[in-house]
C-alpha cells in the first residue's frame, strides 16, 4: 500500500471532494503485479490492477480466507456470522458483499476480530446486497468507511 495523503475534509460543501477522497483510496490501494523483481518497469507502477474477488462459501460460520483477494462475495441462506479470517496481511482491505437469498430477512454477525465494525441488517429483503469493508492492523479488523445501506 502506498502512502498518500488524503484531501482535508472541505469545512462547506465541495461537490469535487468525494472524486479527491476516491481518487486518493484509489493510489492508496493499487496492487502492483510484478514477475520478475528485476524487471520493473514506469509503466508496471502506473498502471491500477483490478482487486480479486472470491466468493465465500454460505455456511452458519462463514469462512474468510483472506489470502483468496480484496473482494468476498457471499449469498446468506439464513442467520450466518462472518468467521474470524485467516490468510490478512497488515494493511490489506477487505471489502464484503452480502448478499440476501430469494427468502431475504437474514441476519448477519461477525467475528471477534471485527470489534470495529457496524453492521445494519435493516433492509435485508429478498435480492437485496449491501458492502461493508475493513482494514486489518494486524490484530483487528477495522471498519472503512459506512456500510453500504441493503439496495
Not at 82 to 107: E, H
Request: net charge positive.
Amino acid at each position: 500500500m502506498k502512502n498518500v495523503r488524503l484531501p482535508d475534509a472541505p469545512h462547506k460543501f465541495d461537490p469535487t471532494y468525494l472524486s479527491k477522497l476516491t481518487r486518493a483510496i484509489e493510489l492508496a490501494f493499487t496492487q502492483v503485479s510484478v514477475p520478475d523483481p528485476g524487471t520493473i518497469s514506469p509503466a508496471m507502477l502506473s498502471t491500477p490492477q483490478a482487486w480479486t474477488t472470491f466468493t465465500l462459501t454460505d455456511a452458519a460460520t462463514i469462512a474468510v480466507n483472506a489470502a483468496l483477494g480484496n473482494v468476498a462475495t457471499v449469498t446468506l441462506g439464513g442467520a450466518r456470522t462472518m468467521g474470524a479470517a485467516t490468510g490478512m496481511i497488515v494493511g490489506q482491505l477487505l471489502l464484503f458483499i452480502v448478499i440476501q437469498d430469494g427468502t431475504g430477512g437474514r441476519t448477519l454477525n461477525f467475528a471477534t476480530n471485527y470489534p470495529k465494525l457496524t453492521w445494519s441488517d435493516a433492509g435485508n429483503t429478498l435480492n437485496k446486497r449491501s458492502t461493508i469493508a475493513a482494514v486489518w492492523d494486524g490484530t483487528n479488523w477495522n471498519q472503512f468507511g459506512a456500510q453500504s445501506p441493503y439496495a
